[in-house]
């Protein structure tokens, strides 16, 4: 069964610094795996997608990086801002399914 | 970009009754579809999967008689919460996926309260 774990579980950070968001997953036989933010009380927006065969992804201020053999993923944030606050998921497909990490609730500080 | 349109947002019912929410893939064929629940301060809880026109896949635990799943066409699956009870009170969200989609599309959620 995969087990998908994201460290840490809060986070706190001043306004303009870059941080990481991490993600580990226990069976790499994996399609793909997307990192998405949620917003309180709101669904989930799409942030980035990387599929087995590929290593990283780019988008605007976002990197996401990903090391199938050793089951982990990093979801690299440059220059943040206040409206990053939210929580940030991973989530892996494989064996059909769409496994969801517990999540990481960023908070930045103004 | 793909679109999936979840109704109602909100919803309060009495215990007892049944409540159902729609889930609508905009601009894309949603070949299967999927029910998530999310409690406060957890992550997401796969509950089933549905491919058009077939019956849906539960997971373990999720009691199939009390959560109806009906993906009858390509663009519409609905989850009807029978007998609502506080318990079955939580955030409920569908996605979709399908052909020329690249991962997948999540509505906007579903708060169900139970009183």
């Known amino acids: 069964k995969q087990e998908v774990t994201q460290i840490p579980a809060a986070l706190s950070v001043p306004e303009g610094e870059n941080l990481v968001l991490n993600c580990s997953f226990t069976d790499s036989a994996i399609y793909n795996l997307q990192w998405f933010r949620q917003d309180p009380g709101k669904g989930l927006t799409s942030l980035l997608l990387?599929?087995?065969?590929?290593r990283e992804q780019t988008s605007g201020r976002l990197n996401a990086s990903l090391d199938k053999s050793s089951g982990r993923s990093t979801l690299y944030i440059a220059a943040s801002q206040p409206g990053d606050s939210a929580t940030y998921l991973c989530?892996?497909?494989?064996?059909?399914?769409?496994?969801f990490g517990t999540g990481t609730r960023l908070t930045i500080i103004p | 970009g793909a679109v999936v349109s979840q109704h109602p947002s909100w919803v309060i019912c009495k215990s007892g009754t049944s409540v159902k929410i729609e889930c609508r893939s905009l601009d894309f064929q949603a070949t299967t579809m999927f029910w998530y629940r999310q409690f406060p301060k957890q992550s997401l809880m796969l509950m089933a999967t549905s491919n058009e026109g077939s019956k849906a896949t539960y997971e373990q635990g999720v009691e199939k008689d009390k959560f109806l799943i009906n993906h009858a066409s390509l663009t519409l699956s609905t989850l009807t919460v029978t007998s609502a009870h506080p318990e079955d009170s939580s955030f409920y969200i569908c996605?979709?996926?399908?052909?020329?989609?690249?991962?997948?599309?999540f509505g906007s959620g579903t708060r169900l309260t139970v009183v």
């Open positions: 996605s979709a996926s399908g052909a020329g989609v690249v991962g997948y599309t």
């Open positions: 989530a892996v497909f494989g064996n059909e399914k769409l496994t």
């Open positions: 990387i599929q087995s065969s590929q």
